[in-house]
């Protein structure tokens, strides 16, 4: 049985090794969920990860990146993580997860009046869908026998939709309405159907130590318990891009 005395020293330890060393937090541009603010990285998710690691006391760096980079570098570089990333069965071994930050919708989005219609996810068996390379709902698709037109980013499919290269788009309403607000084409292209809905978390490397994720998780469990979580939500819930 430890002394007292080791079981204080044990106890001291716990916030020096929750600190020890910075993180590297990779991330992608997904308004409103992530944004540019001048040099500041804004948005629900960077905020969110913000205040997780000023209550855990845990150092960091911040990078918008091309999402399958972020992805990648998270996976080889040991003090580092990545977000906003789906928790799936196929990646859960890959990382340790602090979260959920939040929930995201998987929906396939098309033209107005478009000349089919979408009862189940099936339906779009035929169909020609957009996508973003490394996105985890591009991903499902593909492992299921969809027809997935992946492009670099997820800003190029609302053109392709309008220039009849696919025929969906698949992604979540957070990130299609900032960016068809953006573009001008809200009413152009509507949501037809959601099928499914996920929780997105700060994925970590697995080399990262066991105290910083308890740490990191402590404090998102107390953000949620003390409302700061919702508050941030709201502050973005009305979000429209800046009129050009």
């Known amino acids: 049985m430890p002394s007292k005395l080791q079981l204080a020293a044990s106890i001291l330890a716990l916030p020096l090794a929750a600190s020890a060393g910075s993180l590297q937090l990779f991330t992608e541009y997904t308004p409103p969920d992530i944004m540019r603010e001048g040099e500041r990285i804004v948005g629900i998710s960077p905020d969110k990860v ?13 990078e918008i990146m091309a999402w399958r980079r972020a992805y990648e570098l998270a996976l080889r570089t040991p003090d ?23 929930e995201v919708d998987w929906t396939l989005y098309g033209l107005a009046n ?14 020609r869908i957009g996508g973003y390379s490394g996105d985890v709902r591009a991903q499902y698709l593909v492992a299921r026998g969809f027809t997935v037109d992946t492009a670099p980013d997820n800003f190029s499919n609302p053109r392709k939709l309008l220039g ?10 957070q990130l299609a309405n900032g960016v068809l607000a953006q ?13 499914h809905t996920s929780r997105a978390y700060l994925a970590c490397n697995k080399a990262v130590p066991d105290a910083q994720i308890a740490a990191m998780s402590a404090a998102m ?24």
């Open 50 to 62: 913000k205040e997780i690691m000023a209550r855990a006391g845990i150092g960091y760096t911040m």
């Open 114 to 127: 478009p000349p089919f219609h979408l009862a189940t996810l099936d339906d779009a068996k035929r169909l």
């Open 221 to 244: 469990t107390e953000m949620v318990k003390d409302g700061t979580s919702t508050a941030i939500d709201r502050k973005y819930a009305n979000w429209r891009p800046s009129t050009r």
């Open 183 to 195: 573009e001008g084409l809200l009413g152009k292209i509507v949501p037809l159907l959601t099928f």
């Open 164 to 173: 009849g290269r696919i025929d969906l788009w698949v992604t979540s309403h």
């Open 80 to 102: 580092s993580c990545v977000f906003s990333t789906s928790r799936t069965p196929e990646r859960e071994a890959l990382f340790k997860w602090v979260g959920p930050l939040r």
